[in-house]
């Protein structure tokens, strides 16, 4: 068969028919609270509904493990940033799923979301980063301390502890 019979007509429905949108312009059209990370926990990304959630917009590469002001455990326990979900989940390479924990806005208001950080990896399995999808649990009265809002939900360090014994075997 001779190929150079055939006519070819490239012409498609529209201009970007085989346009692959960024993960950026992706992740603007997630309605969750979403941000993602490098391999240190640097943020590197970050939506508007994050920033709603946060009550602030935090400073792309100063900012480390989570956008939040301050985090709490369900306890109301004051939590460190580099103990926070995200930062398990890079520190592990396993996510932390299953927690219910509070940030505070520098306003001064309290919220209760589910994190879920998960690991990204290249070709080879190496963490190059991590995405986390902030879950956040509506309540009629958040005006009451966090500590009753976040009542009879595991700890993070519960669950750390549960982690803890299921490695150790």
């Not at 969750?32 to 391999?39: E, F, I, R």
């Not at 926990?41 to 959630?53: H, K, R, V």
């Not at 480390?64 to 995200?86: K, N, V």
Request: one cysteine or more.
């Amino acid at each position: 068969m001779n190929t150079d019979d055939f006519a070819y007509d490239f012409d498609a429905p529209d201009s970007d028919w085989n346009y692959e949108p960024s993960r950026a312009d992706l992740f603007r059209q997630i309605d969750a609270a979403l941000y993602t990370t490098d391999s240190n926990g640097w943020l590197t990304y970050y939506n508007e509904a994050a920033a709603q959630l946060w009550g602030f917009r935090p400073v792309i590469g100063k900012a480390r493990w989570c956008g939040a002001w301050r985090l709490f455990e369900a306890d109301g326990a004051p939590l460190p940033h580099d103990l926070s979900p995200m930062a398990l989940t890079l520190k592990g390479a396993r996510p932390v799923r299953g927690v219910q924990i509070g940030l505070e806005r520098p306003d001064g208001s309290r919220m209760a979301f589910l994190p879920y950080p998960t690991a990204l990896r290249d070709g080879t399995g190496a963490v190059v980063g991590g995405c986390n999808i902030l879950l956040a649990v509506e309540r009629s009265s958040l005006r009451v301390p966090l500590r009753g809002a976040l009542q009879g939900r595991p700890t993070l360090r519960a669950a750390q502890l549960a982690s803890m014994h299921r490695c150790s075997a």
